[in-house]
């Protein structure tokens, strides 16, 4: 079976989409594949464990001509010099916009040969999508791409809802590597939190799509009845409002702020429980993040969260801004040792059977070769 050729367009911030591009990236070189990213920076979680990953930086040349740098032009270009040069056989952008329509501009300057996989991860359609300047242009990011992916059922119906493009659209979960997994830490006594403390966590951008007010207020009327500590890992434009907000309830000996952390595999062995009570959310990679560890998760009822949290079984699904009932299945979580060992077991397996990166990644490469008429693979 011949090895591939295949360009990986990606943002490089710590993000969900840029993780999980990365790490397919990543993984492909390990099986063979020649893998080479185009971004504006070297992606978040890239570094030289295969010898055969070539990054490609895309700078935005500045000139007085334009009041902007043009760097979608500039990506562009860059994606047709090296599809040329290194003979590329397929480019998968991650985003439909500005990246798919970049991989098609550099496809229409290099060859009809050159194929183009778009992922829709969600914030090109969920955001991006209601703005009715944008909507002609996703469309065409979208339909003129040789396959596209989505990375939930429910991120596949938003975008034939908002979109409405004449194009199948196939569903490829995001995925967990095995290596992500519990492991042995004393970060709990090193943050300084009492041992028989019970451990809540949240991760995000913090922006105010991830409710994390909803998470604060949650968790001071949890501490009404149990003994806990908040975990709060991330930045962004609303860190400082709950900042605030954890000093007007008066839970700052609760709750702790850690900002943004490279490694997060300790952080999540420490964990009971991890809460995600976004407005919209796509996927949820962080989901899967904390159930290799083991960790039951609580998530709205929103978006592409229910295909990973099955209520009741791995985790508890509650409607949004209902702060009442996520307080009482975040007690009952908390309290009830029984039924926190069977969602920690149920968590681990939907990881690994459901969302396990054998399993995504075979998916990925079977699309790739059937794009190129390749024979299947088995």
């Given at each position: 079976?011949?090895?591939?050729?295949?360009?990986?367009?990606?943002?490089?911030?710590?993000?969900?989409?840029?993780?999980?591009?990365?790490?397919?990236?990543?993984?492909?070189?390990?099986?063979?594949?020649?893998?080479?990213?185009?971004?504006?920076?070297?992606?978040?979680?890239?570094?030289?464990?295969?010898?055969?990953?070539?990054?490609?930086?895309?700078?935005?040349?500045?000139?007085?001509?334009?009041?902007?740098?043009?760097?979608?032009?500039?990506?562009?270009?860059?994606?047709?010099?090296?599809?040329?040069?290194?003979?590329?056989?397929?480019?998968?952008?991650?985003?439909?916009?500005?990246?798919?329509?970049?991989?098609?501009?550099?496809?229409?300057?290099?060859?009809?040969?050159?194929?183009?996989?778009?992922?829709?991860?969600?914030?090109?359609?969920?955001?991006?999508?209601?703005?009715?300047?944008?909507?002609?242009?996703?469309?065409?990011?979208?339909?003129?791409?040789?396959?596209?992916?989505?990375?939930?059922?429910?991120?596949?119906?938003?975008?034939?809802?908002?979109?409405?493009?004449?194009?199948?659209?196939?569903?490829?979960?995001?995925?967990?590597?095995?290596?992500?997994?519990?492991?042995?830490?004393?970060?709990?006594?090193?943050?300084?939190i009492p041992l028989e403390n019970k451990v809540v966590l949240?991760?995000?951008?913090?922006?105010?799509?991830?409710?994390?007010?909803?998470?604060?207020?949650?968790?001071?009327?949890?501490?009404?009845?149990?003994?806990?500590?908040?975990?709060?890992?991330?930045?962004?434009?609303?860190?400082?409002?709950?900042?605030?907000?954890?000093?007007?309830?008066?839970?700052?000996?609760?709750?702790?702020?850690?900002?943004?952390?490279?490694?997060?595999?300790?952080?999540?062995?420490?964990?009971?429980?991890?809460?995600?009570?976004?407005?919209?959310?796509?996927?949820?990679?962080?989901?899967?993040?904390?159930?290799?560890?083991?960790?039951?998760?609580?998530?709205?009822?929103?978006?592409?969260?229910?295909?990973?949290?099955?209520?009741?079984?791995?985790?508890?699904?509650?409607?949004?801004?209902?702060?009442?009932?996520?307080?009482?299945?975040?007690?009952?979580?908390?309290?009830?040792?029984?039924?926190?060992?069977?969602?920690?077991?149920?968590?681990?397996?939907?990881?690994?059977?459901?969302f396990g990166a054998e399993k995504i990644l075979g998916e990925?490469?079977?699309?790739?070769?059937?794009?190129?008429?390749?024979?299947?693979?088995?």
């Amino acid at each position: 079976m011949r090895k591939l050729k295949i360009g990986i367009v990606c943002y490089p911030t710590v993000g969900g989409s840029g993780i999980v591009a990365t790490e397919l990236g990543i993984q492909m070189a390990r099986r063979g594949h020649e893998i080479h990213f185009f971004s504006s920076s070297t992606p978040f979680r890239l570094s030289k464990r295969c010898s055969n990953v070539f990054f490609h930086q895309a700078d935005a040349n500045q000139y007085a001509v334009f009041q902007y740098p043009p760097y979608s032009l500039s990506l562009a270009s860059k994606i047709a010099e090296v599809s040329r040069r290194e003979k590329l056989d397929i480019i998968h952008a991650h985003y439909a916009i500005p990246h798919a329509v970049c991989a098609i501009l550099a496809k229409q300057m290099v060859s009809d040969e050159l194929k183009v996989m778009t992922t829709l991860h969600g914030t090109d359609i969920t955001t991006l999508g209601y703005d009715a300047s944008l909507h002609d242009v996703i469309k065409f990011g979208i339909e003129k791409s040789d396959v596209v992916t989505a990375v939930s059922d429910s991120l596949i119906q938003e975008t034939y809802e908002l979109i409405d493009p004449d194009k199948e659209i196939v569903r490829v979960h995001n995925f967990i590597e095995e290596s992500f997994c519990r492991v042995p830490t004393n970060l709990k006594s090193e943050l300084g939190i009492p041992l028989e403390n019970k451990v809540v966590l949240h991760i995000s951008n913090f922006r105010p799509v991830k409710r994390v007010d909803q998470i604060v207020r949650t968790f001071a009327k949890t501490l009404e009845q149990v003994r806990a500590t908040l975990l709060l890992v991330g930045d962004g434009p609303e860190s400082s409002s709950i900042y605030h907000l954890v000093k007007d309830l008066g839970i700052e000996d609760s709750v702790i702020f850690l900002g943004n952390q490279e490694s997060l595999q300790e952080i999540f062995s420490v964990a009971d429980v991890f809460l995600l009570l976004s407005d919209k959310e796509s996927f949820g990679l962080v989901l899967l993040e904390a159930m290799a560890c083991g960790v039951p998760c609580i998530g709205t009822s929103i978006g592409g969260i229910p295909e990973v949290i099955e209520d009741g079984e791995n985790g508890f699904l509650v409607p949004p801004e209902d702060i009442n009932t996520t307080k009482e299945r975040l007690v009952k979580l908390l309290t009830d040792d029984a039924l926190h060992l069977h969602m920690s077991e149920k968590s681990l397996d939907t990881a690994r059977n459901r969302f396990g990166a054998e399993k995504i990644l075979g998916e990925y490469e079977n699309l790739y070769y059937n794009l190129l008429d390749k024979v299947e693979i088995v």
